[in-house]
Protein backbone atom coordinates (compact mmCIF):
# COMPACT_ATOMS: atom_id res chain seq x y z
CA UNK A 1 0.00 0.00 0.00
CA UNK A 2 1.55 3.55 -0.78
CA UNK A 3 1.81 5.76 2.19
CA UNK A 4 0.56 9.09 1.46
CA UNK A 5 3.42 11.83 2.69
CA UNK A 6 2.58 13.73 5.30
CA UNK A 7 0.31 13.83 8.03
CA UNK A 8 -2.27 10.77 8.02
CA UNK A 9 -5.43 11.58 8.73
CA UNK A 10 -8.26 9.85 10.71
CA UNK A 11 -10.52 9.68 7.37
CA UNK A 12 -7.37 8.84 5.53
CA UNK A 13 -7.31 5.55 7.37
CA UNK A 14 -11.40 5.49 7.00
CA UNK A 15 -11.23 5.43 3.23
CA UNK A 16 -8.45 3.34 2.93
CA UNK A 17 -10.01 0.25 5.49
CA UNK A 18 -13.33 0.75 3.92
CA UNK A 19 -14.89 1.34 7.16
CA UNK A 20 -16.17 5.19 8.84
CA UNK A 21 -14.08 7.57 10.73
CA UNK A 22 -16.30 6.52 13.62
CA UNK A 23 -15.44 2.81 13.32
CA UNK A 24 -11.52 3.59 13.33
CA UNK A 25 -12.26 6.37 16.50
CA UNK A 26 -13.56 2.96 18.07
CA UNK A 27 -10.76 0.89 17.03
CA UNK A 28 -8.49 3.08 18.93
CA UNK A 29 -10.84 3.83 21.81
CA UNK A 30 -13.10 1.09 22.37
CA UNK A 31 -12.15 -2.36 20.16
CA UNK A 32 -14.73 -4.00 21.85
CA UNK A 33 -16.86 -2.96 20.23
CA UNK A 34 -15.61 -3.57 16.86
CA UNK A 35 -16.22 -7.03 15.38
CA UNK A 36 -12.90 -8.79 15.22
CA UNK A 37 -12.82 -8.81 10.94
CA UNK A 38 -13.05 -5.46 11.21
CA UNK A 39 -10.90 -4.19 13.70
CA UNK A 40 -7.72 -6.07 12.18
CA UNK A 41 -8.46 -4.67 8.56
CA UNK A 42 -8.57 -0.78 10.79
CA UNK A 43 -5.56 -1.98 12.91
CA UNK A 44 -3.66 -2.92 9.66
CA UNK A 45 -4.53 0.14 7.37
CA UNK A 46 -3.33 2.24 10.78
CA UNK A 47 0.32 0.72 10.90
CA UNK A 48 0.65 0.21 7.22
CA UNK A 49 0.04 3.87 6.69
CA UNK A 50 1.99 4.86 9.84
CA UNK A 51 -1.38 6.67 11.15
CA UNK A 52 -0.39 7.66 15.16
CA UNK A 53 -2.74 9.96 16.69
CA UNK A 54 -0.55 11.99 18.96
CA UNK A 55 -0.29 10.81 22.74
CA UNK A 56 -1.85 7.37 21.62
CA UNK A 57 -1.31 5.69 24.85
CA UNK A 58 -2.72 8.38 27.18
CA UNK A 59 -5.81 9.14 24.85
CA UNK A 60 -7.13 5.68 24.91
CA UNK A 61 -8.25 5.94 28.10
CA UNK A 62 -9.07 9.95 28.26
CA UNK A 63 -11.14 9.42 25.12
CA UNK A 64 -13.50 7.05 27.28
CA UNK A 65 -16.23 8.94 28.73
CA UNK A 66 -15.70 7.08 32.18
CA UNK A 67 -19.41 6.20 32.68
CA UNK A 68 -20.22 3.19 34.02
CA UNK A 69 -24.87 3.22 32.75
CA UNK A 70 -27.39 1.61 35.60
CA UNK A 71 -31.05 1.32 34.41
CA UNK A 72 -32.83 2.81 37.54
CA UNK A 73 -36.10 0.73 36.93
CA UNK A 74 -33.63 -2.84 36.61
CA UNK A 75 -34.47 -2.86 40.40
CA UNK A 76 -37.56 -1.55 40.04
CA UNK A 77 -39.65 1.18 40.56
CA UNK A 78 -42.75 -0.83 39.57
CA UNK A 79 -41.57 -2.99 42.33
CA UNK A 80 -41.15 -1.25 45.45
CA UNK A 81 -37.67 -3.02 45.83
CA UNK A 82 -36.15 -0.49 48.80
CA UNK A 83 -32.93 -1.73 47.68
CA UNK A 84 -32.65 0.38 44.57
CA UNK A 85 -31.68 3.54 46.17
CA UNK A 86 -29.06 2.51 48.57
CA UNK A 87 -27.53 -0.02 45.46
CA UNK A 88 -27.05 3.20 43.74
CA UNK A 89 -25.43 5.32 46.41
CA UNK A 90 -22.75 2.64 46.50
CA UNK A 91 -21.96 2.59 42.84
CA UNK A 92 -21.81 6.23 43.39
CA UNK A 93 -19.86 6.63 46.09
CA UNK A 94 -17.54 3.64 44.84
CA UNK A 95 -17.41 5.02 41.35
CA UNK A 96 -14.19 6.90 41.75
CA UNK A 97 -11.83 4.90 43.02
CA UNK A 98 -12.75 3.07 40.01
CA UNK A 99 -11.92 5.70 37.63
CA UNK A 100 -15.55 6.49 36.57
CA UNK A 101 -18.76 7.96 37.45
CA UNK A 102 -22.58 6.72 37.39
CA UNK A 103 -24.49 7.21 34.41
CA UNK A 104 -28.79 6.54 35.12
CA UNK A 105 -31.50 6.01 32.72
CA UNK A 106 -34.94 4.66 33.31
CA UNK A 107 -38.11 2.98 31.87
CA UNK A 108 -41.35 2.52 33.09
CA UNK A 109 -41.56 -1.36 32.46
CA UNK A 110 -41.68 -3.42 34.78
CA UNK A 111 -38.67 -5.43 33.34
CA UNK A 112 -35.81 -3.96 31.70
CA UNK A 113 -35.76 -3.74 28.27
CA UNK A 114 -32.88 -3.54 25.63
CA UNK A 115 -34.36 -0.26 24.15
CA UNK A 116 -32.50 1.96 26.90
CA UNK A 117 -28.92 -0.33 26.34
CA UNK A 118 -29.18 0.14 22.74
CA UNK A 119 -29.63 4.15 22.91
CA UNK A 120 -26.70 4.80 25.63
CA UNK A 121 -24.49 2.22 23.31
CA UNK A 122 -25.42 4.15 19.84
CA UNK A 123 -25.02 7.63 21.72
CA UNK A 124 -22.06 6.51 23.12
CA UNK A 125 -23.16 7.67 26.67
CA UNK A 126 -21.27 4.93 28.91
CA UNK A 127 -18.56 2.52 28.24
CA UNK A 128 -20.15 -0.06 30.14
CA UNK A 129 -23.32 -1.01 32.19
CA UNK A 130 -23.78 -2.56 35.96
CA UNK A 131 -27.11 -4.69 35.40
CA UNK A 132 -29.59 -5.51 38.15
CA UNK A 133 -32.73 -7.09 38.32
CA UNK A 134 -31.43 -10.32 36.32
CA UNK A 135 -33.78 -13.11 35.52
CA UNK A 136 -34.30 -16.38 33.50
CA UNK A 137 -34.27 -15.25 29.83
CA UNK A 138 -32.60 -11.77 30.43
CA UNK A 139 -31.71 -10.69 26.97
CA UNK A 140 -29.26 -7.91 28.15
CA UNK A 141 -26.03 -10.28 28.70
CA UNK A 142 -26.14 -11.53 25.13
CA UNK A 143 -27.00 -8.03 23.60
CA UNK A 144 -24.15 -6.66 25.24
CA UNK A 145 -21.77 -9.35 24.55
CA UNK A 146 -22.88 -9.40 20.86
CA UNK A 147 -21.78 -5.55 20.62
CA UNK A 148 -18.59 -6.21 22.95
CA UNK A 149 -20.06 -3.63 25.70
CA UNK A 150 -18.31 -4.62 28.93
CA UNK A 151 -20.98 -5.47 32.09
CA UNK A 152 -21.25 -6.78 35.36
CA UNK A 153 -24.23 -8.13 37.12
CA UNK A 154 -25.91 -7.61 40.44
CA UNK A 155 -27.67 -10.99 40.49
CA UNK A 156 -26.36 -14.19 39.25
CA UNK A 157 -27.15 -14.56 35.17
CA UNK A 158 -29.77 -17.55 35.60
CA UNK A 159 -29.55 -20.32 33.16
CA UNK A 160 -26.46 -18.90 32.07
CA UNK A 161 -23.48 -20.81 34.04
CA UNK A 162 -20.98 -20.02 31.21
CA UNK A 163 -21.60 -15.99 32.36
CA UNK A 164 -19.22 -14.78 35.83
CA UNK A 165 -19.53 -11.52 35.79
CA UNK A 166 -21.84 -11.18 38.79
CA UNK A 167 -21.87 -10.48 42.14
CA UNK A 168 -25.01 -11.73 44.55
CA UNK A 169 -25.83 -11.70 48.00
CA UNK A 170 -26.29 -15.36 49.29
CA UNK A 171 -30.43 -15.09 50.14
CA UNK A 172 -30.20 -18.70 50.80
CA UNK A 173 -28.11 -17.91 53.45
CA UNK A 174 -29.47 -15.04 54.89
CA UNK A 175 -33.00 -16.56 55.09
CA UNK A 176 -31.04 -19.78 57.14
CA UNK A 177 -29.29 -17.21 59.30
CA UNK A 178 -32.89 -15.27 59.93
CA UNK A 179 -34.41 -19.26 60.87
CA UNK A 180 -31.69 -20.12 62.81
CA UNK A 181 -31.98 -16.55 64.69
CA UNK A 182 -35.84 -17.84 65.41
CA UNK A 183 -35.23 -21.29 66.51
CA UNK A 184 -32.42 -19.73 69.10
CA UNK A 185 -35.51 -16.98 70.45
CA UNK A 186 -37.53 -19.69 71.20
CA UNK A 187 -39.97 -19.98 68.82
CA UNK A 188 -41.50 -23.34 67.73
CA UNK A 189 -43.28 -23.02 64.61
CA UNK A 190 -41.78 -20.92 61.54
CA UNK A 191 -43.63 -19.82 58.09
CA UNK A 192 -42.66 -18.48 55.29
CA UNK A 193 -44.06 -15.11 53.29
CA UNK A 194 -42.40 -14.97 49.80
CA UNK A 195 -43.36 -14.16 46.67
CA UNK A 196 -45.32 -16.50 43.49
CA UNK A 197 -43.32 -19.04 42.13
CA UNK A 198 -41.16 -18.27 39.11
CA UNK A 199 -38.81 -15.73 40.70
CA UNK A 200 -35.25 -16.61 40.75
CA UNK A 201 -33.84 -14.84 44.05
CA UNK A 202 -38.14 -15.56 45.61
CA UNK A 203 -37.27 -19.59 45.30
CA UNK A 204 -33.79 -19.34 46.75
CA UNK A 205 -34.94 -17.68 49.87
CA UNK A 206 -37.53 -19.95 50.00
CA UNK A 207 -35.51 -22.68 49.94
CA UNK A 208 -32.95 -21.66 52.22
CA UNK A 209 -36.04 -21.45 55.23
CA UNK A 210 -36.81 -24.48 54.31
CA UNK A 211 -33.19 -25.96 54.52
CA UNK A 212 -32.65 -24.40 57.88
CA UNK A 213 -36.15 -26.05 59.19
CA UNK A 214 -34.88 -28.87 57.90
CA UNK A 215 -31.39 -29.05 59.36
CA UNK A 216 -33.13 -27.58 63.11
CA UNK A 217 -35.60 -30.80 62.49
CA UNK A 218 -38.02 -29.00 62.64
CA UNK A 219 -40.74 -29.06 60.24
CA UNK A 220 -41.83 -25.99 57.89
CA UNK A 221 -44.93 -24.13 58.97
CA UNK A 222 -47.43 -22.69 56.76
CA UNK A 223 -46.43 -20.23 53.97
CA UNK A 224 -48.02 -17.18 52.52
CA UNK A 225 -47.54 -15.61 48.88
CA UNK A 226 -47.98 -12.24 47.89
CA UNK A 227 -46.70 -9.39 45.55
CA UNK A 228 -44.26 -6.66 46.47
CA UNK A 229 -46.74 -4.34 47.33
CA UNK A 230 -48.09 -3.30 50.60
CA UNK A 231 -52.26 -4.15 50.07
CA UNK A 232 -51.76 -7.64 48.30
CA UNK A 233 -48.64 -7.99 51.41
CA UNK A 234 -51.54 -6.72 54.11
CA UNK A 235 -54.54 -8.84 52.57
CA UNK A 236 -52.03 -11.98 52.05
CA UNK A 237 -50.60 -11.30 55.85
CA UNK A 238 -54.23 -11.49 57.02
CA UNK A 239 -55.13 -14.80 55.69
CA UNK A 240 -50.98 -16.60 56.77
CA UNK A 241 -51.74 -14.79 60.59
CA UNK A 242 -55.22 -16.40 60.73
CA UNK A 243 -53.29 -20.47 59.78
CA UNK A 244 -50.23 -20.00 61.73
CA UNK A 245 -51.52 -18.48 64.94
CA UNK A 246 -49.98 -16.75 68.03
CA UNK A 247 -46.87 -17.34 69.23
CA UNK A 248 -44.96 -18.36 65.89
CA UNK A 249 -43.06 -16.76 63.69
CA UNK A 250 -42.40 -15.63 59.78
CA UNK A 251 -39.59 -15.36 57.76
CA UNK A 252 -40.14 -12.95 54.71
CA UNK A 253 -38.54 -12.93 51.35
CA UNK A 254 -38.45 -8.95 51.95
CA UNK A 255 -39.10 -5.96 54.28
CA UNK A 256 -42.02 -5.22 52.49
CA UNK A 257 -43.67 -8.33 52.66
CA UNK A 258 -42.28 -7.83 56.66
CA UNK A 259 -44.43 -4.57 56.99
CA UNK A 260 -47.41 -5.74 55.35
CA UNK A 261 -47.39 -8.98 57.96
CA UNK A 262 -46.73 -6.43 60.82
CA UNK A 263 -49.58 -4.45 59.73
CA UNK A 264 -52.14 -7.13 59.73
CA UNK A 265 -50.55 -8.40 63.28
CA UNK A 266 -51.16 -4.94 64.89
CA UNK A 267 -54.57 -4.75 63.64
CA UNK A 268 -55.82 -7.92 65.60
CA UNK A 269 -53.85 -5.90 68.21
CA UNK A 270 -51.04 -8.97 68.56
CA UNK A 271 -47.77 -8.03 69.77
CA UNK A 272 -44.80 -7.91 67.51
CA UNK A 273 -42.33 -10.13 69.02
CA UNK A 274 -44.27 -11.60 71.70
CA UNK A 275 -47.24 -12.69 69.90
CA UNK A 276 -45.69 -13.07 66.26
CA UNK A 277 -41.93 -13.25 65.38
CA UNK A 278 -41.11 -11.48 61.94
CA UNK A 279 -37.60 -11.09 60.17
CA UNK A 280 -37.57 -9.29 56.91
CA UNK A 281 -34.82 -8.95 54.15
CA UNK A 282 -32.59 -6.91 52.59
CA UNK A 283 -32.78 -4.23 56.03
CA UNK A 284 -34.21 -1.49 54.50
CA UNK A 285 -35.57 1.90 56.13
CA UNK A 286 -38.41 0.74 56.17
CA UNK A 287 -37.17 -2.60 58.44
CA UNK A 288 -35.69 0.65 60.91
CA UNK A 289 -38.54 2.39 61.44
CA UNK A 290 -40.94 -0.50 62.13
CA UNK A 291 -38.17 -2.13 64.19
CA UNK A 292 -38.51 -5.14 62.13
CA UNK A 293 -35.32 -7.99 62.21
CA UNK A 294 -34.18 -8.40 58.78
CA UNK A 295 -31.28 -9.47 56.63
CA UNK A 296 -28.82 -6.55 55.62
CA UNK A 297 -27.37 -7.16 52.05
CA UNK A 298 -23.44 -5.94 51.89
CA UNK A 299 -24.42 -3.98 49.17
CA UNK A 300 -20.89 -1.35 49.40
CA UNK A 301 -18.83 -4.84 49.01
CA UNK A 302 -20.84 -5.75 45.80
CA UNK A 303 -20.41 -2.61 44.17
CA UNK A 304 -17.38 -2.19 44.87
CA UNK A 305 -16.69 -5.71 43.59
CA UNK A 306 -18.93 -5.17 40.36
CA UNK A 307 -16.73 -1.61 39.59
CA UNK A 308 -13.72 -3.75 39.90
CA UNK A 309 -14.76 -6.04 37.28
CA UNK A 310 -16.00 -3.58 35.01
CA UNK A 311 -12.61 -1.69 35.09
CA UNK A 312 -10.80 -4.65 34.74
CA UNK A 313 -12.73 -5.76 31.38
CA UNK A 314 -12.33 -2.29 29.80
CA UNK A 315 -8.76 -2.39 30.36
CA UNK A 316 -9.12 -5.64 28.26
CA UNK A 317 -8.68 -7.72 31.00
CA UNK A 318 -10.30 -11.51 30.55
CA UNK A 319 -13.72 -11.78 32.68
CA UNK A 320 -14.02 -13.69 36.48
CA UNK A 321 -13.36 -16.84 36.46
CA UNK A 322 -16.49 -18.02 38.81
CA UNK A 323 -19.21 -15.05 39.94
CA UNK A 324 -19.00 -13.61 43.70
CA UNK A 325 -21.15 -14.62 46.53
CA UNK A 326 -21.67 -12.53 49.17
CA UNK A 327 -22.64 -13.22 52.54
CA UNK A 328 -25.60 -11.04 54.39
CA UNK A 329 -25.98 -10.87 58.11
CA UNK A 330 -28.97 -10.65 59.93
CA UNK A 331 -29.89 -7.43 62.13
CA UNK A 332 -32.04 -8.48 65.08
CA UNK A 333 -34.46 -5.56 65.90
CA UNK A 334 -37.58 -6.30 68.85
CA UNK A 335 -39.98 -8.09 66.02
CA UNK A 336 -37.99 -11.56 66.46
CA UNK A 337 -37.68 -11.06 70.71
CA UNK A 338 -40.01 -13.12 72.68
CA UNK A 339 -39.30 -10.82 75.81
CA UNK A 340 -41.97 -8.27 76.24
CA UNK A 341 -39.71 -5.68 77.07
CA UNK A 342 -37.35 -5.88 74.68
CA UNK A 343 -36.27 -2.34 72.97
Known sequence: MHVMPGRITIREVADAAGVSRQTVSNSLIHPERVKAPTLERVRRVIDELGYRPSNAAQTLRSQRTGAVGFELNATGAGHRNAVAFPFVLALSVHAAAHGSHMVTFGTHDARPLLAGYQDMVRGQLVDAFILADTHPGDP????????????????????????????????????????????????????????????????????????????????????????????????????????????SAIVCASDLLALGLERAASERGWRIGPDIGIVGFDDSALAELAGISSVAQPLDAVADHLLGVVHERLAGGRAPDTGALFQPRLVARASSSRDPHAP
Open 140 to 247: RPQWLDDHRVPYAAFGRLWGRPDITSWADVDGHDGVGQAVRHLVDAGYDRIGFFGWPSGSAVGDDRRAGWADALDAAGMRPGPEGVSSQRLQPALEAGRALLDRIGKG
